[in-house]
């Protein structure tokens, strides 16, 4: 069965600097690696999904993440950390099911 | 076009008590997905619904159940509340089959509390 793996339950970062959430799957298929982000109080929304072909995937806000094969890893970064990216975040990777990982909480520090 | 939607948003109830949850799909999927998401466990997956049929369940006891309407839309039920019940359900929606690469769309939630 498919399993992803988030390390780090908060991630705090200062306003500006680089976000990078780290992401590694378990998968025995080629794997569909999703990162979705929720606001307080609202529903998961998709940031960036790889399917196949190119393995830099650019998503929403200015997201980006690398699937790396050899790594089994689909780390999440952002140059420049704002505000408004203060939020949860989930890996998430899909087979019968779409599997999440345990997310991260990302603190922006002014 | 409008998204996934649930309803009700709030739901306050004792223990013992069920309680049944909706949630209408974008307009034109077929599958729709239910999660259990709670600070201890994260995001668990309950089931998933597609073309009316059950057609994956997760680890959940048998108090949790659900099903598709012929527009798509799907309900959840929980008999017997507990109070580790408490929880925010959310539903997602997509054209095909979980396991496919198409995305899968959340409504807000369902913010049940047990008490």
């Known amino acids: 069965a498919q399993s992803v793996t988030q390390l780090g339950s908060h991630v705090s970062v200062s306003e500006g600097a680089l976000v990078l959430l780290r992401c590694n799957y378990s998968?025995?298929?080629?794997?569909?690696l999703f990162w979705y982000v929720q606001y307080p109080n609202q529903g998961l929304q998709l940031l960036l999904k790889?399917?196949?072909?190119?393995?830099l995937v650019k998503g929403i806000n200015g997201f980006e993440a690398e699937f790396k094969k050899s790594e089994t890893s689909f780390h999440l970064t952002k140059p420049s950390a704002h505000m408004s990216d203060a939020a949860e975040y989930f890996c998430?990777?899909?087979?019968?099911?779409?599997?999440f990982g345990k997310g991260n909480q990302v603190v922006v520090i002014p | 076009k409008a998204g996934v939607t649930q309803t009700p948003r709030y739901l306050i109830k004792t223990r013992g008590q069920q309680v049944t949850l909706s949630c209408s799909p974008i307009?034109?999927?077929?599958?729709v997905s239910w999660y259990q998401q709670t600070p201890g466990q994260g995001l668990q997956f309950l089931f998933e619904?597609?073309?009316?049929?059950?057609?994956n369940k997760g680890n959940f006891p048998g108090r949790f159940s659900g099903r598709q309407f012929s527009n798509s839309r799907s309900e959840m039920n929980v008999s017997t509340l507990e109070l580790g019940d408490s929880a925010l359900y959310l539903c997602?929606?997509?054209?095909?089959?979980?396991?496919?690469?198409?995305?899968?769309?959340f409504g807000p939630g369902t913010r049940l509390t047990v008490l």
């Open positions: 997602a929606s997509s054209f095909h089959l979980a396991g496919s690469t198409d995305t899968q769309y």
């Open positions: 998968s025995s298929v080629p794997p569909y």
């Open positions: 790889y399917t196949t072909g190119a393995t």
């Open positions: 998430a990777v899909s087979g019968e099911r779409l599997a």
């Open positions: 307009s034109g999927h077929r599958s």
């Open positions: 619904y597609f073309s009316e049929t059950q057609r």
